[in-house]
């Protein structure tokens, strides 16, 4: 049986699908530089710093980018004061709250929706992770980790691309 040659026509509309598939890739998140908020549109309470900033993609259906952070705040005395100062700026910042994927999560829209924060203990998050709730990067969880052997009060927090 003699090869079937490929037409020129149908290698080119082979290379256009592709390059269209590449491009409705990157525009739905998955790789697009674009599509990670900068560290500096999320308000941080006073005192805080942030000790881990790790880019983080998620391919699936639906795909994001986001930026995973440490906040450590060495003026509180718990996470959970740590937690609540975040809430009061965001919610000074007009941010709106809004539902977090589990019980242990607080989340909230930027004005216009532009960005989305999630965040949460560093032992609610944890605790997520080693439930199977939700997914972390390992970087993430190792540096939450830490903080809770040192003493310290810590968020996780996952900033992202609102639903604009």
Request: aromatic fraction near 4%; charged fraction near 20%; hydrophobic fraction near 40%.
């Amino acid at each position: 049986m003699p090869a079937r040659r490929v037409s020129v026509h149908a290698r080119r509309l082979a290379v256009a699908w592709l390059a269209a598939l590449g491009l409705a890739c990157a525009v739905s998140g998955c790789g697009g530089g674009d599509r990670v908020p900068p560290l500096s549109s999320l308000p941080i309470p006073p005192g805080t710093q942030v000790t881990l900033d790790h880019r983080s993609c998620n391919p699936g259906a639906n795909a994001y980018c986001a930026l995973e952070l440490v906040v450590v705040g060495s003026g509180y005395r718990t996470s959970a004061q740590l937690e609540n100062a975040e809430t009061q700026l965001l919610d000074a910042r007009k941010w709106t709250a809004v539902h977090a994927e589990i019980g242990q999560e607080r989340a909230a829209d930027s004005p216009h929706d532009r960005w989305r924060v999630t965040y949460a203990t560093a032992t609610g998050d944890l605790q997520g992770v080693e439930l199977g709730w939700i997914k972390r990067a390992r970087p993430l969880t190792v540096a939450l980790s830490r903080t809770l052997f040192d003493h310290q009060s810590a968020l996780s927090v996952l900033l992202q691309v609102g639903t604009t």
